[in-house]
């Protein structure tokens, strides 16, 4: 397919990125007012451009991945150029229908969620579609499977998708250095640590996701009665460690709602 990204910043570029890494037989344009930050994709066979057009009438997809404020700008400059186009839309806010009727009856509006885990085949990508553009909200699961998991879900939770999978990566990675602090007090250097910290996190997914159990079920398995990992385990639920990875989630998706 020819997928023209707009809006090549942190998520656009990763999106690119992993298209061109991990699903075959694309061509690829991305578009920014400055792209010399992202001259190194060009390396990866995307083609680089400043103006939002190029490329645009030969698209099958085109995805945005600008902020909410730059949307109308944007489509007034390609609205002109395109019909019967798929446009995703990864803009926080922007609902199905808002951009459904920015876009006209022609054109076919999908919203995804992807994250910028995305540059290595590894993100989670929620995605949301009217029932009439079934066909095409199949097309960009089929893409973004290739680029990790791509459950399709209610549009209603879109911004609880990116309360879970967009700020969840820097949940995750805030858990990590917390991890690797504690490592280094106890007696490792930082690289050390973060190496065993981030190793344990990305193995304890992949057992989850390859067994599809209850993460209790595995915790079980290594906490040993009278053990150290039930004594830290307590601890760190006494002092609230579950408890407030949910009220930040709560909070975030308060934020998002405004
Ligand atoms: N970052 C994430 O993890 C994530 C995850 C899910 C969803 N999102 C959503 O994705 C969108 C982008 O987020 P981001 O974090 O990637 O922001 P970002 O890094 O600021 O990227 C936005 C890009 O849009 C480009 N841009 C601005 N005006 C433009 C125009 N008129 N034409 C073409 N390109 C233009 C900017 O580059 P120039 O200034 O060079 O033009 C910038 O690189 C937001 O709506 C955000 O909510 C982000």
Same mark, same amino acid.
């Given at each position: 397919?020819?997928?023209h990204?707009i809006?090549g910043?942190?998520?656009?570029?990763s999106?690119?990125?992993?298209?061109?890494?991990?699903?075959?037989?694309?061509?690829?344009t991305?578009?920014?007012?400055?792209?010399s930050?992202?001259?190194?994709l060009?390396?990866?066979?995307?083609?680089?451009?400043?103006?939002? %057009?190029?490329?645009?009438? $030969?698209?099958?997809? +085109?995805?945005?991945?600008?902020?909410?404020?730059?949307?109308?700008l944007?489509?007034? $400059?390609?609205?002109?150029a395109?019909t019967?186009?798929i446009?995703?839309?990864?803009?926080?806010?922007?609902?199905?229908e808002?951009?459904?009727?920015?876009?006209?009856?022609?054109?076919?509006?999908?919203?995804?969620?992807?994250?910028?885990?995305?540059?290595?085949? $590894?993100?989670?990508? %929620?995605?949301?579609? /009217?029932?009439?553009?079934? !066909?095409?909200?199949?097309?960009?699961?089929? !893409?973004?499977?290739?680029?990790? @998991?791509?459950p399709i879900i209610? =549009?209603? !939770?879109?911004?609880?998708a990116t +309360?879970?999978?967009?700020?969840?990566?820097?949940?995750?990675?805030?858990?990590?250095?917390?991890?690797? &602090?504690?490592?280094? =007090?106890?007696?490792?250097?930082?690289?050390?640590?973060?190496?065993?910290s981030?190793?344990?996190?990305?193995?304890?997914a992949?057992?989850?996701? $390859? =067994?599809?159990?209850?993460? =209790? &079920?595995?915790?079980d398995?290594?906490?040993?009665? &009278?053990? %150290?990992?039930?004594?830290?385990?307590?601890?760190?639920?006494?002092?609230?460690?579950?408890?407030? !990875?949910?009220?930040?989630i709560? @909070?975030?998706l308060? /934020?998002?709602?405004g």
């Amino acid at each position: 397919m020819n997928i023209h990204i707009i809006g090549g910043g942190n998520l656009g570029a990763s999106v690119a990125t992993g298209i061109a890494k991990f699903s075959s037989n694309h061509s690829i344009t991305v578009t920014r007012r400055n792209t010399s930050k992202i001259k190194h994709l060009e390396e990866l066979g995307i083609i680089l451009s400043t103006d939002n %057009c190029h490329n645009i009438q $030969e698209a099958d997809i +085109v995805i945005l991945t600008i902020k909410p404020y730059q949307v109308d700008l944007v489509l007034a $400059e390609i609205l002109p150029a395109i019909t019967n186009k798929i446009v995703a839309s990864a803009v926080s806010g922007l609902s199905i229908e808002s951009l459904q009727s920015k876009i006209g009856d022609t054109n076919q509006a999908i919203r995804i969620m992807p994250n910028i885990a995305a540059q290595f085949g $590894e993100s989670a990508t %929620c995605i949301s579609f /009217q029932e009439k553009n079934a !066909l095409q909200g199949r097309k960009l699961v089929t !893409l973004f499977q290739d680029l990790g @998991t791509a459950p399709i879900i209610d =549009e209603k !939770l879109m911004d609880a998708a990116t +309360v879970l999978a967009a700020s969840g990566t820097a949940f995750a990675l805030r858990y990590i250095r917390a991890s690797m &602090q504690a490592g280094i =007090e106890i007696g490792f250097d930082w690289q050390t640590a973060l190496a065993i910290s981030a190793q344990t996190v990305k193995g304890a997914a992949e057992m989850l996701m $390859e =067994e599809q159990v209850h993460p =209790e &079920q595995l915790i079980d398995r290594v906490t040993t009665p &009278q053990g %150290c990992t039930i004594a830290g385990l307590n601890e760190m639920e006494m002092h609230g460690f579950s408890a407030s !990875l949910i009220r930040g989630i709560k @909070t975030s998706l308060k /934020q998002i709602k405004g």
